[in-house]
Structure formats: structure tokens, C-alpha cells
T-cell receptor, first 113, second 116 residues
Framework: AQSVTQLGSHVSVSEGALVLLRCNYS??????LFWYVQYPNQGLQLLLK??????LVKGINGFEAEFKKSETSFHLTKPSAHMSDAAEYFC???????????FGTGTKLQVIP | DTGVSQDPRHKITKRGQNVTFRCDPI?????LYWYRQTLGQGPEFLTY????????KSRLLSDRFSAERPKGSFSTLEIQRTEQGDSAMYLC??????????????FGSGTQLSVL
């Protein structure tokens, strides 16, 4: 069985500040890891994913995440927050494919001008 | 690519009524998924189709829930005898390919169900 834990249901950052959203996973086998973003009244959109290979993955809108097996973490970062980054972010895990993606409970990011 | 479409966007019903939702995946996507999202939670997997075959169902999908994907195109999710606990956002997603590392899920905007 796989699961993810997102630390902090709400995170507030100032515009231009570093964004750090935390995610820890639990998996019995090497997992596929994802970050999705959900804007109000819109569907979930894939930000980035880790499957195999390079542990630092870059996604859309300047986001990146690093897979750290020793820490079972996959934290999402962005060097400088924009107002448009305000949304809810979901970490997710799957085993060997996309059939059963397990999502975390989400972190709402607020960007303060 | 017109994206994944879900209809209706909102549904309000009385307890005990039946409701049906529709999902139109991206054309030629062979895989279709239903998820449910309640307030403060992430989406939870309900069921999955490859073409017209329903390959997996979550334990969350009680016998009041039924999903179909005739002809491997659009899908419907029906809830019979709705209960207040069924109130949630029902999300549909589709993907193409063989389920490998390069496959990507595309989500619709969801159907928000409110059971009074």
C-alpha cells in the first residue's frame, strides 16, 4: 500500500519569497511521485512527476521537487512566489503506473502581496 | 484536444434520489478514471476503465454506485438512493497509452454533488 502525507494544510508566503510545500511518502516499492495543482473551479493539473532517473525534477511554472529516498520525501519548491501561484497543491504517489494514484490531503498556498 | 468534459458541473438532489454523471474523456484516450474528493481531502480513487472494461473498483464504491463506459468512449457514474455522505466532488480523468512512466492523467473540472 502507498500513501502520502502533506505537512501543513495552509501555507502563506509573501510574493517573491521561497515556496516550500512538504510531502512525505510511504511505499513498499519504488514509487512514482507527483505534484498536482488545483485552481478554483478548474481540474487538477500535473505540475511535475518523478518516475526514475534524476532525482531533481523540474515542472511547469518554475516549480521543482527533489526525490529523497533516504528521507522518503518529495518536497515542492519555487524560488520566488507569484500571486498566480495561489492554489491548492496535492502530492500523490502511484506504484508502477497511473492506474491508482493516491493523493495527499492538499496544501492551500496563499501568496501575500 | 478539448480536454476532459464533465456534466453537470453541479447537482443538487434530495436524499434517496438517483443521480447520474457523465464524463467525456479526451478523444482516443483508452483509460478513464473516476475519483471522489470531499472537503479538505485529496481525491480518492473510485474506479478505472481500460476501453470499455472496468478493471478495478475501490472498496469506496458501494453497491449503490455503478459506472459504465459503453463502447470505450464516454463514461457514466450513477449513484442510487443517494445519502448525505455522498456529497462530494466527483472527478473524471483520462489517459492514453499503456500505463507506463510517460502516461499522464488529464482531469476534468468535476461534478459537485450536494445531497440535501
Amino acid at each position: 500500500a502507498q500513501s502520502v502525507t502533506q505537512l501543513g494544510s495552509h501555507v502563506s508566503v509573501s510574493e517573491g519569497a521561497l515556496v516550500l510545500l512538504r510531502c512525505n511518502y510511504s511505499s513498499s516499492v519504488p514509487p512514482y511521485l507527483f505534484w498536482y495543482v488545483q485552481y478554483p473551479n478548474q481540474g487538477l493539473q500535473l505540475l511535475l512527476k518523478y518516475t526514475t532517473g534524476a532525482t531533481l525534477v523540474k515542472g511547469i511554472n518554475g516549480f521543482e521537487a527533489e526525490f529523497k529516498k533516504s528521507e522518503t520525501s518529495f518536497h515542492l519548491t519555487k524560488p520566488s512566489a507569484h500571486m498566480s501561484d495561489a492554489a491548492e497543491y496535492f502530492c500523490a504517489v502511484a506504484l508502477g503506473g497511473y492506474q491508482k494514484v493516491t493523493f495527499g490531503t492538499g496544501t492551500k498556498l496563499q501568496v501575500i502581496p | 484536444d478539448t480536454g476532459v468534459s464533465q456534466d453537470p458541473r453541479h447537482k443538487i438532489t434530495k436524499r434517496g434520489q438517483n443521480v447520474t454523471f457523465r464524463c467525456d474523456p479526451i478523444s482516443e484516450h483508452n483509460r478513464l478514471y473516476w475519483y471522489r474528493q470531499t472537503l479538505g481531502q485529496g481525491p480518492e480513487f473510485l474506479t478505472y476503465f481500460q476501453n470499455e472494461a472496468q478493471l478495478e473498483k475501490s472498496r469506496l464504491l458501494s453497491d449503490r454506485f455503478s459506472a459504465e463506459r459503453p463502447k470505450g468512449s464516454f463514461s457514466t457514474l450513477e449513484i442510487q438512493r443517494t445519502e448525505q455522505g455522498d456529497s462530494a466532488m466527483y472527478l473524471c480523468a483520462s489517459s492514453g497509452g499503456t500505463g507506463g512512466a510517460n502516461e499522464k492523467l488529464f482531469f476534468g473540472s468535476g461534478t459537485q454533488l450536494s445531497v440535501l
